[in-house]
């Protein structure tokens, strides 16, 4: 599921909200210059994951482009990308592996391997940190000068998405098969974990509003009997606020006793979050840090399996993965909900990164 997309506030009177931890320096130029990298998941197994690149300025799709510029395929399972320093990293999870290319021809530079089950990407002080399901949970730290895996930290279980704050790297724990209900504080100066909060069952996604606080999506879960044929019950959906000063829970809020959503995203202002994805009810929901509350109307209506916020055009992307056999859809909308327009992705659309 979702792109690690999310290290989001820097200058500009903390009103400018990075994406998918990157920044204008960041994005590719050249050959693929004003646009974005979508991340094709692909049907597990299959080995179909690829990468669309949309052009804002052509208003345009081109797809698969990873195999049109080295004439392989990427991999099997293609959970998120990260452009750092003129380059792409692909995290390939089911391949085990990192494809790192060229952000302006999208050419093979590296594989960074002997991972597993890598997950979301971010990069803080000029290292790399990239959740694993592997090895109990834990988060690697990749030399992006080498490419070399050169430090470990045993965080949860089942560890997704990545943020770097100011001051912290932060991984929500969601449990992976299993279940976990924490999120891990780590000092990127020692690279330790200082401090493991409990939050509510599967933390799922993660933002830093405009006020420095960070907002988690806990899903809940839906509880089966032994061969999944008769639903027992359900572990409730909540919205938790972190002041990332204190590191306490400042805010708690209820939001479903039988849907369980697992997107979080946040407006250009760092003002609205947006909610969705997962079990719930058909929609994408707003709500308003200043007084927030559980939603009833929907700002879109249309399920997705990923929604990503893009700060620098002030639009909400859906991804929609339909059958996950044929060509999913990318489709752009305005902050007040308005379809803008639908392209044709991959197998499987999950994200993007700029």
């Known amino acids: 599921m979702k792109t690690n997309f999310t290290e989001l506030f820097m200058f500009a009177g903390m009103m400018a909200v990075l994406f ?40 345009s799709i081109v797809n698969d482009i990873f195999f049109n510029e080295n004439n392989r395929p990427l991999g099997d399972v293609l959970q998120s990308a990260l452009n750092y320093d003129g380059k792409t990293y692909l ?18 530079q590296d594989v960074i391997e002997s991972l597993e089950n890598p997950r979301f990407i971010t990069e803080k002080n ?21 490419n070399e895996i050169v430090e470990t930290i045993q965080v949860g279980t089942g560890p997704e998405i990545i943020l770097s704050s100011a001051d912290y790297i932060i ?19 020692s690279n330790e974990v200082v ?41 409730p959906s909540s919205l938790v606020k ?29 003002q609205t979050l947006y909610i969705g994805g997962g079990f719930i009810a058909a929609g994408i929901f ?7 509350s559980v939603p009833s109307t929907p700002l879109i209506s249309k399920s997705f399996y990923n929604v990503k916020v893009n700060p620098l055009t002030s639009e909400i992307y859906g991804f929609d993965a339909k059958d996950w056999t044929n060509a999913g859809s990318f489709s752009r909308y305005s902050l007040s909900g308005n379809l803008i327009e639908e392209y044709e992705a991959g197998v499987g659309p999950n994200g993007v990164a700029l």
Request: hydrophobic letters at 30%; a negative charge.
């Open 20 to 59: 998918s931890c990157d920044n204008d320096e960041n994005g590719p130029s050249g050959k693929y210059s004003n646009g974005i990298f979508i991340s094709n998941e692909g049907a597990f197994g299959a080995g179909n994951a690829s990468v669309s690149f949309y052009s804002t300025t052509g208003d």
């Open 91 to 108: 995290v390939v999870n089911a391949s085990g592996k990192i494809e790192v290319v060229n952000s302006e021809d999208f050419s093979e």
């Open 126 to 146: 000029g290292m790399l940190y990239v959740t694993q399901w592997g090895e109990g949970g834990t988060v690697k730290i990749i030399d992006p000068n080498s």
């Open 171 to 189: 991984v929500a724990n969601k449990g992976g098969y299993g279940e976990d209900s924490t999120i891990s504080i780590i000092d990127p100066g």
């Open 195 to 235: 401090k493991t909060i409990q939050t509510g069952n599967k933390p799922s996604d993660m933002v830093i509003d405009s006020n420095g606080d960070l907002w988690v999506l806990n899903s809940g879960t839906t509880i089966w009997n032994d061969d999944y044929s008769q639903v027992l019950g359900h572990k």
């Open 242 to 270: 972190i002041s990332l000063s204190s590191l306490e829970i400042t805010e708690k809020i209820e939001l479903y006793s039988d849907d369980h959503p697992s997107i979080l995203e946040i407006s250009p202002d760092g």
């Open 286 to 292: 707003e709500i308003d840090i200043n007084s927030p």
